[in-house]
C-alpha cells in the first residue's frame, strides 16, 4: 500500500506541476487534495491491512503525501497569481513620459503658492487660520451676516444649493457657500474674544468663465474682534498687509462702498509703483448685528473684517492675464511659477 500511496503522490505533483491556469489549479485542489480527494479516499484501504504497525504506517504516508500535494498546490497558485499580475501590469502600460530629459520636481500650484503667503504674512501680523466647512447652511451663509430672506444683496451671489437637508432643517437651506464670512460666525460662535483671524477657503458662485471670473474660486477672510477696534485699525492692517505682501513700493486706499455685513464699508485698492490703482476687495466695520448673530455684545467689542479674492491676487502678483489660465493644467504655464 506505501507504494501505491508514493505513486499517487508523485502523479499528483506532476499535475500541479504542468498546471497553467488558477482555474486548474482550482480544480486540482478539489480532486486531490478534498475531503473526497484521491488521496483521501486511500484512507479507506486502511482497515484492509493485517497489522496495527501496518495500519499507523499507512496512514502517517497518506498525511505526508496529503500535506506534499497541498503545499505544491499552494505554490504554484502564489506563482500563477505572481505572473498573472505581471501580465496584467504589463498589458495595462501606459507612458506617461512627457519629456525627453532630466525629470524635474514638481511644486505647488500658482494659487496654493498665494494662498500659503498670505497665510505667512497674516500670521506674521498676530492673525491665527480658521477653517469652516465648504458645504453650510443658509442661516451662517446669509442670515447670520445681516442678509435676511429676501435680501437684494443675496442674489449677487446667485447660490449653488445642494440636496442635503440638515438635521431640523428645511429643504432649500443647504449650499455651497458663496463666500468664506460664515467662518466668521463660527468663530464667534465658538471663541471668545479678542478675536484675531484669517479664513481662505473654496467657494462657489453660478459665474460663467471668463477671463477674470469662475465658478470655483478661492478667497481669504479677515476678522478682528476686540474692545476700542476703529476704522484706523482696519486701515492700518491693510496697509500692513499690502506691504508685506506687494513690497514696499505697493500702498493701498480705502474707498467708501456697501456690505450688508459691514459699517461703515469700504473697498480697498492698491496702487503699483508705476501709479495705477488695483481694486483688491471689501472691508469695514462689523455690522452690530453680525456681533449679535455670532453671539457677541456690540456695546462691548467691536471690530473690523475685509476679504478678497486668492486667485485675484495670484493673477495681480504674476500679471496673469486670463484666470483661466490657472486651470487648464497646461504645464507650459504652470512651469513658470
Request: aromatic fraction near 8%.
Amino acid at each position: 500500500m506505501l507504494t501505491e500511496i508514493t505513486a499517487a503522490r508523485d502523479a499528483a505533483l506532476v499535475e500541479i506541476e504542468v498546471a497553467d491556469a488558477l482555474d486548474h489549479i482550482a480544480a486540482l485542489t478539489t480532486r486531490l487534495a478534498g475531503k473526497k480527494g484521491e488521496l483521501s479516499l486511500l484512507k479507506r484501504q486502511l482497515g484492509s491491512l493485517d497489522t496495527v504497525e501496518a495500519k499507523k504506517a499507512a496512514g502517517q504516508a497518506i498525511n505526508e503525501a496529503i500535506a506534499a500535494v497541498g503545499e505544491a498546490l499552494d505554490q504554484r497558485r502564489r506563482l500563477l497569481t505572481m505572473e498573472m499580475l505581471a501580465a496584467r501590469v504589463e498589458a495595462e502600460r501606459l507612458d506617461l513620459t512627457e519629456f525627453v530629459g532630466k525629470p524635474s520636481r514638481g511644486h505647488a500650484h500658482l494659487v496654493t503658492q498665494a494662498w500659503e503667503r498670505l497665510e505667512d504674512v497674516f500670521i506674521g501680523l498676530g492673525f491665527r487660520v480658521a477653517e469652516g466647512p465648504e458645504v453650510e447652511t443658509d442661516w451662517h451663509n446669509f442670515e447670520a451676516l445681516n442678509m435676511g430672506e429676501g435680501h437684494p444683496a443675496r442674489g449677487e451671489f446667485d447660490t449653488l444649493f445642494v440636496d442635503h437637508v440638515p438635521p431640523g432643517g428645511k429643504p432649500g437651506t443647504t449650499l455651497l457657500r458663496t463666500h468664506t464670512s460664515p467662518v466668521q460666525i463660527r468663530t464667534m460662535l465658538n471663541s471668545e474674544p479678542p478675536i484675531y483671524i484669517v479664513a481662505p477657503g473654496r467657494v462657489f458662485r453660478r459665474d460663467t468663465p471668463d477671463a477674470t471670473h469662475m465658478p470655483v474660486f478661492h478667497q481669504i477672510e479677515g476678522l478682528v474682534v476686540d474692545r476700542g477696534i476703529t476704522m484706523a485699525d482696519l486701515a492700518g492692517t491693510i496697509e500692513a498687509f499690502t506691504k508685506a505682501f506687494f513690497g514696499s513700493g505697493f500702498t493701498s486706499r480705502l474707498r467708501p462702498s456697501y456690505f450688508p455685513f459691514t459699517e461703515p464699508s469700504a473697498e480697498f485698492d492698491i496702487q503699483r509703483p508705476n501709479g495705477d490703482w488695483i481694486e483688491l476687495g471689501g472691508c469695514g466695520m462689523v455690522h452690530p448685528n453680525v456681533l449679535r448673530a455670532g453671539g457677541i455684545d456690540p456695546e462691548e467689542w467691536s471690530g473690523f473684517a475685509f476679504g478678497f479674492g486668492i486667485d485675484r491676487m495670484a493673477k495681480e502678483r504674476h500679471g496673469v492675464e486670463d484666470i483661466r489660465e490657472m486651470y487648464t493644467n497646461d504645464i507650459r504655464f504652470l512651469e513658470q511659477f
